[in-house]
């Protein structure tokens, strides 16, 4: 079983997501895009699913699942009572309702590490001076030919770069990001 604060646990850990209050009602946004809203009782959620699949997930638990209003059926949306949600379901249906809204090269920070998705959420708000402690002194830095070391090169270089990728690997030492690892 979960609830709404369970929800916007999972749901503002991702990057570019944000909760605003719309008609009376909470929403989980990617800047113009909801991908997790809840009824004024909190104690049902929409979230973002595709249209193709949604009357399997409804016929599979429909006590838990069902569809959304007549004039919401245009959307690419289901909704689910939370109750019936554990844990793991929710914040899988969560972060696949995050991934249709955000760009492809994100789909796989909810998978990395907690440090390594937190410092990647912070580059995404280009809030830099936060990503600092995250990153191990020594850090190593490694995309395709270039081959950083450091904490402070590190950075340099990420204020250089306007839009980098989200690494492929990384390694995680006393809670610090001690290997990034990129193509």
């Known amino acids: 079983m979960t609830d709404a604060d369970a929800v916007r646990r999972v749901a503002l850990g991702l990057p570019r997501a944000e909760e605003h209050l719309v008609g009376g009602r909470w929403k989980l946004k990617v800047r113009r895009i909801v991908f997790v809203a809840f009824s004024g009782d909190e104690e049902e959620m929409g979230f973002g699913f595709p249209r193709e699949e949604r009357d399997g997930l409804v016929t599979s638990a429909p006590d838990v699942f069902f569809l959304p209003p007549a004039r919401d059926l245009r959307y690419q949306w289901v909704c689910a009572r939370l109750r019936g949600l554990d844990e793991d379901l929710m914040r899988e249906l969560v972060v696949d ?51 950083l070391r450091g904490r402070s090169n590190v950075l340099a270089h990420l204020a250089r770069s306007p839009t980098p990728r989200p690494p492929d690997q990384v390694e995680v030492r006393d809670g610090q990001v001690a290997r990034w690892v990129r193509g």
């Not at 249709?100 to 990647?120: F, N, S, Y």
């Not at 912070?122 to 809030?127: F, T």
């Open 97 to 147: 309702a995050w991934r249709m809204c955000v760009p492809k090269m994100l789909h796989e920070l909810p998978d990395l590490p907690a440090p390594a998705a937190r410092v990647w959420d912070l580059l995404d708000r280009q809030d830099r001076q936060a990503v600092r402690p995250l990153l191990h002194p020594y850090v190593r830095w490694h995309d395709g030919s270039l081959r």
